[in-house]
């Protein structure tokens, strides 16, 4: 059960991130992907989940503020 809840928060956090990052193609192949290698793949992506999100807030800082 334990294990079951850190997966479920650590896909909540992939997904989250891939949907700030606007990128949806990497999550169809991630759940066509075997269990074993998904966990290691969101592993993976928690980790380049950090410097992505450095880049995002590099990049969105450099960006003028919207026009509303």
């Known amino acids: 059960m334990k294990t079951t809840s ?3 928060t650590r896909l909540v ?3 989250a991130l891939a949907r ?4 949806t193609n990497w999550r169809i192949i991630h759940i ?5 290698l ?7 992506k928690l980790k380049l ?3 992505v999100r450095q880049l995002h807030g590099a990049a969105r800082a450099s960006l003028p503020p919207p026009s509303t």
């Open 6 to 8: 850190k997966l479920t």
């Open 13 to 15: 956090l992939v997904l």
């Open 20 to 23: 700030c990052h606007g990128t």
């Open 32 to 36: 066509n992907m075997p269990k074993n």
């Open 38 to 44: 998904r966990v290691t793949a969101i592993q993976r």
């Open 49 to 51: 989940g950090n410097t």
